[in-house]
């Protein structure tokens, strides 16, 4: 299906013999000995996996700014961030190194960096690809998905990897569609929804103005436009900040320098070394999500934040499902902004976690979204 097809793989998917760094000093050195799930599917479809592309440390992060490594500039101008954490492959595809690559998407980490780099990026239906052999960042948000120059690319390489494994458990057992024969449909009688008044206060004119004439031209094909409500949508960057960073903090607990990763050369004793280990090879960024994620799972504020924002994810999904019962598709922004400048946000992780408050809807309901430029 994908013979002799270039694609570039984000560096926190697994591919056998292929150093897998994750961005970060943590995993510099670790080659993995095996096959992610969708390495397999497209390395069976004959795709020519010519590399790894850059990332924020561990995914966490919206800009690429967080790699240990690299910062990873906006192929239309180089003054600006590619966005992230997938920007590595958002760039790739926006500057022709290749038709296709995949990254992961936590809380918008393929639609922001795609939307920055004016690419296709499509975060699948949670469970629709397997995550078998990529390194967990957020368990339950985490979603692989392809990086495309049109949707007809990016269908194709989602019929690719899409599946049931078994090795997943959070996997959907359901056939595969035809993504590319569902694009040959009309949009007459298509029922758009859209939001009325959605976070104006921080939107860019220029995102407000490129929203609006996407409105019109769904209208002008044929599609109906439907206002909705999403009442509970203000709550999800602040829900997201809790339960993600909660996940980390677990998830990122087996870098102790002991199993695998970096280990500190200079330490007195056992606690010594797991502390200078995680302290020398972390990101900043990385350690500021992990403190936050053991806070809100401390004993005594477990159920005030960790619990209390599972129940607002809760209220998120509901929010869709009745949306959807009315409409087809949901458009919004992608991002409040177009693509700052790098170095502009590095300073205010508050400014940069804002960056994400169209995006994570989508993943705390475990729905699809895609950026079309």
């Known amino acids: 299906k994908l013979a002799g097809i270039p694609v570039a793989l984000k560096d926190n998917i697994c591919a056998k ?34 590399g790894k592309t850059n990332l924020d440390e561990f995914a966490m992060g919206s800009s690429t700014e967080n790699s240990a490594f690299k910062t990873t500039a906006n192929p239309w101008n180089t003054k600006c961030a590619a966005g992230g954490s997938s920007g590595g492959s958002a760039a790739a595809v926006s500057a022709g190194f290749t038709p296709l690559s995949l990254g ?17 990026g499509l975060k699948p239906t949670y469970g629709r690809v397997s995550r078998y052999g990529l390194v967990a960042f957020a368990s339950s948000l985490d979603q692989i998905g392809p990086f495309a120059r049109d949707v007809t690319d990016a269908a194709l390489l ?20 035809s993504y590319t024969k569902n694009l040959e449909q009309p949009l007459k009688n298509l029922k758009v929804g859209y939001i009325e008044h959605l976070h104006e206060e921080g939107l ?11 409105l019109e031209v769904y209208k ?78 401390s004993s005594g504020y477990y159920d005030a934040y960790y619990l209390k924002a599972l129940k607002v994810r809760r209220l998120i999904r509901n929010d869709f499902e009745q949306a959807f019962q ?14 700052f400048e790098i170095g502009e946000l590095v300073d205010d992780p508050l400014a940069m976690y804002l960056a994400d408050i169209f995006t994570t809807s989508a993943n705390l309901s475990g729905i699809p979204g895609v950026s079309i430029p």
Do not use: W
Request: net charge negative; hydrophobic share 40%.
């Open 17 to 50: 013999g292929a150093t897998t760094t994750c961005a970060s000093k943590m995993l510099e050195a670790f080659t993995p000995p095996y096959d992610a799930h969708i390495v397999e599917q497209l390395r069976a479809a004959d795709a020519v996996l010519i």
């Open 104 to 120: 992961s998407d936590t809380g918008g980490s393929i639609r922001q960096p795609a939307s920055f780099c004016g690419v296709v």
């Open 158 to 177: 989602l019929e690719t990897i899409a599946g049931k494994d078994q090795r997943d458990t959070t996997s959907l057992d359901a056939d595969v569609p």
């Open 204 to 214: 860019h004119e220029d995102v407000k103005a490129a929203t609006q004439q996407a």
């Open 220 to 297: 002008s094909l044929g599609a109906e436009l439907i206002p909705v409500e999403l009442p509970h949508a203000k709550y999800c960057v602040a829900t997201y900040y809790i339960i993600a960073p909660s996940e980390a903090s677990s998830n990122l607990a087996r870098y102790d320098g002991v199993h695998y990763g970096y280990r500190a050369k200079q330490f007195d004793n056992m606690i010594d070394m797991y502390a200078a280990s995680r302290g020398e090879a972390f990101g900043d960024e990385v350690k500021r999500r992990i403190m936050l994620g053991t806070y809100a799972l």
């Open 326 to 339: 009315k409409v087809d598709i949901i458009a919004s922004p992608v991002t409040p902004t177009p693509a």
